[in-house]
């Protein structure tokens, strides 16, 4: 039932000809009673609403569109910091040859795995799975994430197969990837270990001519701008920030083959002797350039972290010893330099001994009379102090320092050590005399080598070289007629009677002085412990190889004369090199008599026309070696 007053309202407004909803607006605004100021302020009230949340829809429009479209370099670079990324492009570090283009050291691909902590960390149910496929232990990959925590990068495991990561990337596990890089790999191993040294894990080089030349063969990193999804993979490369630059190449004087023959010959006479270890260097004579440089015991060059520390030491380099012997030469070079005795000159070396002041000095036997070459053909230690003692001490401690004695040799390599020479303002009354035969004094056998290849090279002293091409300095320290003189000295240690017949070669004229020197110990005084040298150099007429060999610590049950056991090695070692290098024999006649001998014997000559008539020749044998002559005396120090 309708209300009474509604009805009539109704029928008043029908009256009036309004309808209801022109009568409510004529009512409202006209203000009628409180309950139009009620409705009017509930209209204001909603007006004034709708006003401020359009403003406020516009100025949120209004903030995003400046945001986004005219100030939105902010965001932009907030969103990048998240998704962009410079990642460095590697680069393959410079191949070193030898001097003939063979590789010696090379950079091959290799994938490093990587992954985001902070990915890792919130899916620990996959860590087992990847420890396994690392193969790592789990609590140890949990360790090494939750350290870096915080970080996002970490090395899961470094210079793996590429095969290998590629089947960690496929378990698909978030926060995991890879990135290439470059490993190191020494196709001679161990034979050239010392000279080239290795490179670390992120490949700097660390030891040897890696080290060296490490600015030379490193390269420099490009790097380039990707993006990367929610689980490190890239996938967009944006732009290239830097090309990358490939190391350079490095060409080595050093042959590989003659590398080879003396790292084997040292090693077999290591065995032979029993000795603690050894080094052998050959030097071109002309040039200085280093051919080979060997030492026992050494290292795998790919398995750095299996070697003793101390078998990375390049001993030719670094490690100092007493000369012994092989300071003879300088020291008949040095008098005869100052006009004070020629190779002629007699020297008595009876009874075999001699005092100075409270100390004696002995040779091996009773020379007698000799001249100044028999003085070096028996490695006289009382001759050589003789002819030391004509001489003023100031002139011969400068004439043995230009051969390079007791300064670097400056050749390059890493830690070279310049041996000691005191000044002779130091000396004691016995010094100078020990000196002439190689005690009192130090140096490396590189300085040797360089010595010896200075009297073969004419008196010219050459700074040693590793480098192709690389010409070192050059400096006279000794007259050229002197020098030959000298050379064809030491020609007569390899010869009958000589103290390194096991030295001399086939065909070739060699000349050379052995070494037998007592090794210091630490109560101050000298062992009963050898090093034995032999210092070489061939084809005297016209000299192409300076050789020098040390071999420490041989067992005296098996002989320790430096003839005994360094000569062989030389021999051994330039009979290979000769050949290789196609060097013309300089003493025909003694290989044409040796074949005579080893296809017709001693059987008269008619026989051997015979013999030549009736069969066919048989195959060239080598001749028997020739007896071997005791080798140096050392020195003995009684009071």
């Not at 009805?7 to 407004?13: D, G, L, P, S, V």
């Not at 370099?73 to 962009?84: I, K, N, P, T």
């Not at 010869?495 to 017949?501: D, I, M, R, Y």
Request: hydrophobic share 40%; proline share 7%; charged share 25%.
């Amino acid at each position: 039932m309708k209300n009474p007053g509604e009805t009539r309202r109704n029928a008043n407004a029908r009256r009036d000809g309004l309808d209801p909803l022109r009568r409510l607006r004529a009512l409202l605004g006209a203000g009628e009673g409180p309950r139009g100021r009620a409705r009017s302020d509930l209209r204001m009230r909603l007006l004034g609403l709708g006003a401020v949340m359009g403003l406020c829809s516009f100025a949120l429009v209004a903030r995003a569109f400046y945001i986004q479209v005219v100030d939105n370099e902010f965001y932009v670079a907030q969103g990048q910091a998240r998704s962009l990324r410079e990642i460095p492009i590697p680069t393959s570090r410079g191949m070193i040859t030898d001097r003939n283009g063979e590789p010696l050291a090379v950079s091959t691909p290799v994938e490093s795995v990587w992954g985001n902590p902070q990915e890792l960390l919130k899916a620990p149910d996959r860590l087992p799975q990847l420890a396994e496929a690392l193969g790592v232990p789990l609590d140890v990959l949990q360790r090494k994430l939750g350290q870096k925590a915080g970080k996002e990068f970490v090395y899961l495991k470094r210079r793996i197969n590429p095969d290998e990561a590629r089947r960690i990337i496929a378990l698909g596990i978030p926060g995991v990837a890879s990135q290439r890089e470059y490993r190191r790999f020494y196709p001679q191993g161990e034979a050239l270990a010392h000279v080239l040294g290795f490179t670390n894990i992120d490949d700097e080089g660390q030891e040897g001519l890696e080290l060296a030349f490490d600015e030379w063969l490193r390269g420099k990193p490009g790097a380039k701008r990707v993006l990367r999804d929610g689980r490190g993979r890239i996938i967009e490369s944006v732009d290239l920030v830097r090309p990358a630059e490939a190391g350079r190449d490095l060409t080595l004087t050093i042959d590989r083959r003659i590398q080879f023959l003396a790292h084997r010959e040292l090693r077999n006479a290591l065995l032979r002797t029993g000795a603690s270890s050894g080094s052998a260097v050959v030097l071109d004579v002309g040039t200085g350039e280093v051919l080979a440089m060997s030492n026992l015991p050494t290292f795998n060059p790919n398995a750095v972290g299996t070697a003793d520390r101390d078998a990375h030491r390049n001993r030719a380099v670094t490690d100092v010893l007493e000369p012994g012997s092989t300071m003879k030469p300088i020291t008949v070079a040095a008098a005869l330099s100052a006009g004070l005795v020629k190779p002629n000159t007699p020297i008595d070396l009876s009874p075999g001994w001699m005092k100075l002041g409270k100390y004696t000095i002995r040779d091996h036997n009773n020379y007698g009379l000799q001249t100044v070459t028999g003085v070096i053909t028996k490695s006289s230690n009382i001759g050589a102090a003789k002819i030391a003692a004509r001489m003023d001490d100031r002139y011969f401690y400068d004439f043995v320092r230009k051969f390079g004695y007791g300064s670097k040799p400056g050749s390059g390599f890493p830690g070279e050590s310049s041996g000691v020479l005191a000044d002779p303002k130091n000396w004691n009354g016995l010094q100078k005399a020990t000196i002439s035969y190689g005690y009192g004094l130090s140096a490396t056998p590189l300085q040797i080598a360089m010595a010896y290849a200075a009297i073969a090279n004419g008196g010219t002293l050459t700074t040693p070289t590793f480098v192709k091409g690389e010409r070192g300095q050059t400096r006279q320290v000794l007259e050229p007629a002197i020098a030959h003189e000298v050379v064809k000295m030491m020609q007569t240690v390899t010869e009958k009677g000589g103290t390194a017949t096991q030295g001399a070669i086939l065909g070739y004229h060699v000349a050379g002085k052995t070494g037998t020197a007592r090794k210091f110990n630490a109560s101050g005084g000298y062992s009963r412990r050898y090093l034995s040298f032999f210092a070489g150099v061939v084809p005297v007429d016209n000299p192409r190889f300076a050789m020098v060999v040390v071999v420490d610590d041989p067992d005296p049950a098996k002989g320790y004369y430096g003839g005994l056991v360094s000569a062989p090695v030389f021999k051994a070692v330039m009979e290979g090199s000769l050949r290789l290098m196609d060097v013309p024999p300089d003493d025909i006649e003694t290989w044409m008599a040796a074949q005579d001998k080893a296809l017709h014997g001693d059987r008269p000559a008619a026989m051997q026309i015979a013999a030549t008539t009736s069969a066919a020749p048989a195959a060239p044998l080598q001749p028997a070696p020739l007896p071997i002559d005791a080798d140096d005396g050392v020195m003995a120090v009684t009071p």
